[in-house]
């Protein structure tokens, strides 16, 4: 019994923990929702207010089903439960293969999404400072170059561009020194009309894609350990779940069976006093 209890607590204790952090997902996605201006297009793939909520709304739902299951004994909720977390760990592991094996093709995807998130720049707040943090993280600039803010229309280098920051790139993009204490916002500006030799004196000249891949690659040991922490994690709570159900289906088991064996000796103790008066006659 106390392992029962043990197993039933802890995947309570899991699922209770990610239904906290996305109940939280959905409440951060919902109020930048709210404080965004009213005419911005929502687009899942460069909106991360909306993406916060579709993703936290799955997790509540799929840790509610573990932890009213758990909590509950209810078999159907925890095969339910099980079941999703199964075909997740198949689709990551699968998606995972196709990378390895399509790596140009999700190379290019992963591009060509990227660079929808620089013509949306300045329509989404959220977005922005998305990409400002990426650019600053990672002193990067563009996807492939700094050259790829002409994609966007206040950053875009013609004639016929009216923006003060035409031909220009994001102060995100620019190097700071060591001594400033002031962020100088227009430091990008015009940068695309400088050749690349002198304008990595002043802004980071790699594009963001390439830097992301190198860190991925100087850190794969970080990267491996997260990822094969987050499948074991659900490995573990698949098991605790498989576990709980066999416990309970076994118990289910072990009550009809005694309620079978109490019908039987009921219907014995009316037979048999009438048979015994029959032979005394």
Not at 57 to 70: D, E, R
Not at 142 to 158: A, L, M, Q
Not at 165 to 193: H, I
Request: glycine share 8%; hydrophobic share 45%.
């Amino acid at each position: 019994m106390r392992g029962y209890r043990g197993i039933k607590y802890t995947l309570f204790i899991f699922c209770y923990f990610f239904w906290v952090v996305s109940a939280v997902l959905i409440a951060v996605g919902i109020y930048a929702k709210v404080a965004k201006e009213k005419d911005v297009v929502d687009t899942l793939t460069i909106d991360p207010a909306l993406l916060l909520i579709i993703v936290g709304s799955l997790m509540f739902l799929i840790t509610f089903l573990g932890c009213f299951g758990a909590l509950r004994n209810a078999t159907c909720l925890l095969k339910t439960f099980l079941a999703i977390l199964a075909v997740n760990v198949l689709l990551q592991i699968a998606a995972g293969a196709v990378g390895y094996v399509f790596t140009d093709m999700v190379m290019e995807r992963t591009e060509k999404l990227m660079m929808k998130t620089i013509v949306g720049y300045r329509e989404d707040g959220d977005l922005e400072n998305a990409i400002d943090y990426i650019q600053k993280k990672f002193q990067c600039c563009g996807v492939e170059s700094y050259e790829d803010w002409s994609h966007n229309v206040y950053f875009n280098c013609s004639e016929s561009n009216p923006s003060l920051e035409a031909c220009g790139v994001p102060f995100s993009c620019c190097v700071r020194l060591q001594n400033q204490t002031v962020l100088n916002t227009m430091c990008g500006y015009g940068m695309q009309q400088e050749q690349k030799g002198s304008a990595k004196e002043h802004i980071f000249t790699i594009g963001c894609l390439e830097k992301i891949i190198m860190w991925a690659q100087n850190n794969l040991l970080l990267v491996g350990g997260l990822t094969a922490g987050l499948l074991l994690l659900e490995v573990c709570m698949m098991s605790l779940a498989g576990a709980q159900i066999a416990w309970v289906q076994k118990v289910q088991r072990r009550q009809k069976k005694n309620e079978a064996q109490n019908r039987d000796e009921r219907k014995e103790r009316l037979w048999f006093p009438a048979f015994a008066d029959f032979d005394g006659e």
